[in-house]
């Protein structure tokens, strides 16, 4: 990344850095909406389904601040060692909590559809937020696992440095290798399973149905489906560095551009198309949605009017 930023003439620097920015500023901007949303309905806020999802919306925020704050300093300010670590702490939590919600969000559907009678008594409010809790909680041991092993193997020295402020730069030895592909082969296995298995659950029920009955297993069963592209949505980051090596290694000449390309597409853009997609597709969400921004639009326009 060092030999990335000195490669890059300013102005490419400022351009790559301004889009890095505006793209993240739209994107929570338009998530911001989904997040206002949800805490200006009450009907929201009393659903552990709607709970689970602006979790997952409030969660990618975090990251995209995070990951475009990393992004930009790599090209202005090196970061100390410390700050650095507690930023990557951050990010690599955050990282974690998408799968896993999305998991969680997969098993409230299951529940929903093959287990009806019991979903108000399994699905309540404050089990979504001890889940949430539980998935933080899990997310959060590799991130400190990694400060564990820079404790353990480099000199506390080290945290008064400054560094160029990126996963890779700063967790590069062979344990940092081994616990990340350990702990991604764990956590992707269990979602991809968790959500296949609930997806073929809702499928049978499906079929077993009929009427309205039917039709609510069906959307259930096309919800979880939307789980499993959100869950490919989230492994982009993952092979992001296995795309750079390729591209890089046939295209050397444009390493700085693939680095940047790849980043923005794996990242940055990652992050709007998994709630949006959901947000939309949901009516109630959508209708509430237009409901609180048509009518302050058209009020402000009112106010104008007058």
């Known amino acids: 990344m060092n030999s990335t930023r ?10 790559k850095n301004f889009i890095t920015f505006a ?10 909406a989904f997040v206002y949303t949800y805490f200006k309905s009450q009907v ?7 709970v689970l999802y602006i979790h997952l919306v409030i969660n990618d925020m975090i990251m995209l601040t995070v990951s475009v704050a990393l992004q930009i300093m790599t090209y202005t300010i090196p970061l100390r060692f410390a700050p650095c670590c507690i930023m990557l702490l951050i990010l690599v939590t955050t990282n974690k909590n998408s799968p896993l919600n999305l998991a969680g969000m997969a098993v409230e559907r299951y529940i929903a559809v093959c287990r009806p009678l019991r979903h108000v008594q399994i699905c309540t409010v404050q089990r979504a937020y001890a889940l949430i809790a539980l998935i933080w909680g899990i997310s959060i041991i590799p991130a400190f696992t990694d ?15 400054s560094v160029i402020c990126y996963p890779t730069y700063i967790y590069n030895t062979p344990y940092h290798k081994t616990q990340s592909t350990v702990v991604q ?29 039917q039709a609510s297993a069906r959307n259930a069963r096309n919800t979880i489906l939307l789980h499993g592209v959100q869950l490919l949505i989230c492994m982009l980051s993952y092979i992001s560095p296995f795309l750079n090596l390729i591209l890089v290694t046939t295209w050397p000449q444009e390493r700085t551009k693939i680095f940047f390309s790849c980043f923005l597409f794996t990242n940055v853009l990652p992050r709007l198309l998994s709630p949006l997609i959901y947000g939309i ?26």
């Not at 000195?6 to 351009?15: K, M």
């Not at 793209?23 to 911001?32: A, E, R, T, W, Y």
């Not at 929201?44 to 389904?49: C, I």
């Open 281 to 306: 597709r949901d009516k109630k969400f959508s209708s509430h949605i237009r409901l609180h921004f048509c009518c302050k639009c058209c009020n402000s326009v009112g106010k104008r009017v007058k």
């Open 23 to 32: 793209f993240g500023f739209i994107i929570n901007s338009i998530n911001g």
């Open 185 to 213: 082969v764990l956590l992707f296995s269990f979602v991809f399973l968790t959500v296949i298995v609930t997806y073929l659950k809702v499928l049978c029920a499906a079929r077993a149905v009929s009427g309205s009955n």
């Open 6 to 15: 000195r490669q890059d003439s300013f102005n490419d620097a400022f351009t």
């Open 44 to 50: 929201f806020q009393r659903d552990p389904r709607y």
């Open 147 to 161: 400060i564990i092993i820079i404790l353990a193997t480099k000199p506390l020295s080290v945290f008064s440095s």
